[in-house]
């Protein structure tokens, strides 16, 4: 998918999207971003920079034909000290390719 293929489902994309976390693909993550919440340019702190350790689908949810969640949790760590990101994302369909919209942080 990093290539140009559009993922099958919303599921499918939010696993790309951390595979293009942990391999720092910028131009992917702003691509498979919804036009109306993406932001300009991706942030990153370069002087703590995460080592990705795992990902967890804890729900998937077709809401409809063009609208899906994914809740998951994210594990990493900065500067030798454990993290989580723990989200409920949501996704729309447009022209065939499943778009992230935004999340919900627990």
Do not use: N
């Amino acid at each position: 998918m990093h290539a140009g293929a559009a993922a099958p489902s919303a599921e499918a994309l939010m696993r790309s999207r951390y595979a293009a976390f942990v391999l720092g693909l910028d131009d992917y993550l702003l691509a498979t971003w919804h036009h109306t919440t993406r932001p300009a340019s991706l942030d990153h702190d370069e002087a703590q920079p995460p080592k990705w350790i795992g990902l967890q689908i804890r729900m998937q949810r077709q809401l409809d034909a063009e609208h899906a969640e994914v809740e998951f949790v994210a594990r990493y760590r900065i500067g030798g000290r454990a993290q989580r990101l723990h989200e409920l994302s949501r996704f729309v369909r447009e022209d065939g390719r499943w778009l992230y919209v935004d999340g919900t942080l627990y």
